[in-house]
């Protein structure tokens, strides 16, 4: 079973930046597309950032400017550098590889934004 290990969750007042972390195995990481999604209590799931294999990234217009997604191909990490953070960016954060042959979840880490 593919495992996705996240970490780097927490508690940080607004205007405030946290980093999250996701190591994938090795044999995903290389092929498959990186995402950020999060889950705000009562909403669905939804995209925040992605990056592809090659580096190219997306973002939604949401954290666009405030964010920022990377990858490191030698630890098979990927990161989400998150800034000047709004109380509306209060969710779950999962991260997810996602290839045509196959989509994988992490168990997810809360962050949370206080006024």
């Known amino acids: 079973q593919v495992q996705l290990v996240e970490s780097g969750g927490g508690l940080v007042q607004a205007g405030g930046s946290l980093r999250l972390s996701c190591a994938a195995p090795?044999?995903?990481?290389?092929?498959?597309?990186m995402g950020w999604y999060r889950q705000a209590p009562g909403k669905q799931r939804e995209l925040v950032a992605k990056?592809?294999?090659?580096?190219?990234?997306y973002y939604v217009n949401a954290v666009k400017g405030r964010f920022t997604i990377s990858r490191d191909n030698a630890k098979n990490t990927v990161y989400l550098q998150m800034n000047s953070l709004k109380p509306e960016d209060t969710a779950v954060y999962y991260c997810n590889a996602n290839e045509w042959s196959g989509d994988y979840w992490g168990q997810g880490t809360q962050v949370t934004v206080s006024e």
């Open positions: 990056i592809a294999r090659g580096g190219s990234a």
């Open positions: 090795g044999s995903i990481f290389s092929t498959y597309t």
